[in-house]
Nanobody
Framework: QVQLVESGGGLVHPGGSLTLSCAAS????????MGWYRQAPGNQRHLVAT????????RYRDSVKGRFTISRDNAKNTTYLHMGNLKPEDTAVYYC????????????WGQGTQVTVSS
């Protein structure tokens, strides 16, 4: 079993910054894609950012482009999401996701971390 442990959420004022981290542990041969999703109350979960293993290329949801940066440390099986210039509409539970291989390809999700942007 692979576990993803997230940290870094919390309460921040509008315009502030937070960095989320997500570390994978367990039986992993390789991790292809790492990503962050979020879900606000009453809304569906949607993709925020994703980063590829091959070339490190990243994709972002339009609403976070220029404010959020996703990165990864393959040696630590960890992904980070630096969030800057936070807005109230960024308030949500943030989940990390990894597409990893151990014998076969699998999906793993973190438990979620709350991010609240409020004055």
């Amino acid at each position: 079993q692979v576990q993803l442990v997230e940290s870094g959420g919390g309460l921040v004022h509008p315009g502030g910054s937070l960095t989320l981290s997500c570390a994978a542990s367990g039986r992993i041969f390789s991790i292809a894609n790492m990503g962050w999703y979020r879900q606000a109350p009453g809304n569906q979960r949607h993709l925020v950012a994703t980063i590829d293993d091959h070339d490190g290329s990243a994709r972002y949801r339009d609403s976070v482009k220029g404010r959020f940066t996703i990165s990864r440390d393959n040696a630590k099986n960890t992904t980070y999401l630096h969030m800057g210039n936070l807005k109230p509409e960024d308030t949500a539970v943030y989940y990390c996701h990894m597409f990893y291989k151990y014998e076969v390809w699998n999906n793993a999700w973190g438990q979620g971390t709350q991010v609240t942007v409020s004055s």
